[in-house]
């Protein structure tokens, strides 16, 4: 069963986050230890042979190659990263879906690029982060500012800008998770798919999704009929989910989705 998963806040967690119990330790950072999966979240993914796990995320390449290690144990080789325009096999990006996504993306090329020139000319070098054509960032103290100031100034139609409390977002519009992961299964030929995400990036492969796994603060931007709302600590419950839909899907994978898609 193909199950995509978003990377931080769902499957692992920076190493400032009071979660109890015993940690596995995923990301080194100069370093140090940077994030980790909680052991019941690690032990899960060990044990399970019925799901095939695709990280879908907004990190980029380079950030992505800090947890290939730790995930590559758990025989996971592909992933997705930079919100899904870049495809990652064993750690190489595949060309053929490198090709795609610049193809999908011209129609927005020109207000990205025009973006990237304005922040360019607002902020110090340092700050801004642009490691392919499909995704820059900007790390700064006053993230709702720079958010609101780009959302006023570009075309949405053309440019997603998102924000954290640290960071603010530019990716052409039509580079989202959920193209992405509707792009990944008809190519690789599966019936449908689980997903699991917690913020307004992964709303979109959610939407697509024939079941989906999100916490207490997504659901309303998620149809009800094929969303599992999960609470506690999420990873953990998504693993506690997954192992009850194990049991439904026993029944057999056409009929789950067909009837989740009623």
């Not at 795609?100 to 927005?108: K, N, Q, V």
């Not at 609101?148 to 997603?160: G, I, K, N, Y």
Request: aromatic residues 10%; contains cysteine; glycine residues 6%.
């Amino acid at each position: 069963m193909l199950f995509f998963t978003d990377l931080d806040n769902t499957l692992i967690y920076s190493h400032r986050h009071c979660i109890p119990g015993d940690r596995v330790w995923v990301e080194m950072l100069n370093g140090r230890n940077q994030s980790f999966m909680t052991a019941r979240t690690a032990g899960f993914y060990r044990a399970q042979d019925w799901l095939l796990p695709v990280p879908l995320t907004t990190r980029n390449s380079q950030q992505y190659a800090r947890l290939a290690p730790a995930l590559e144990a758990l025989g996971w080789h592909d992933a997705l990263v930079s919100n899904g325009a870049v495809l990652l096999r064993d750690g190489v990006p595949d060309r053929e879906w490198w090709a795609e996504s610049l193809e999908i993306s011209g129609r927005d090329r020109s207000e990205y690029n025009a973006a990237l020139e304005l922040v360019r000319g607002m902020v110090s070098p340092d700050s801004l982060v642009s490691r392919d054509p499909f995704m820059f960032y900007v790390k700064t103290g006053s993230a709702a500012e720079l958010y609101s100031f780009l959302v006023r100034e570009t075309d949405a139609a053309h440019l997603a800008v998102f924000r954290d409390s640290r960071k603010v977002y530019c990716l052409p519009r039509s580079l989202n998770k959920g193209a992405a992961a509707r792009r990944y299964q008809i190519r690789s030929g599966h019936e449908g798919y689980i997903a699991a995400g917690d913020s307004e990036f992964d709303i979109p492969m959610l939407r697509a999704a024939d079941i989906c796994l999100c916490p207490e603060g997504l659901p309303d931007f998620v149809p009800a009929g094929k969303r599992i709302v999960c609470s506690g600590v999420f990873s953990d419950t998504i693993c506690d989910r997954l192992t009850e839909l194990r049991e439904t899907l026993s029944g057999g994978r056409s009929a789950f989705f067909q009837r989740n898609n009623t």
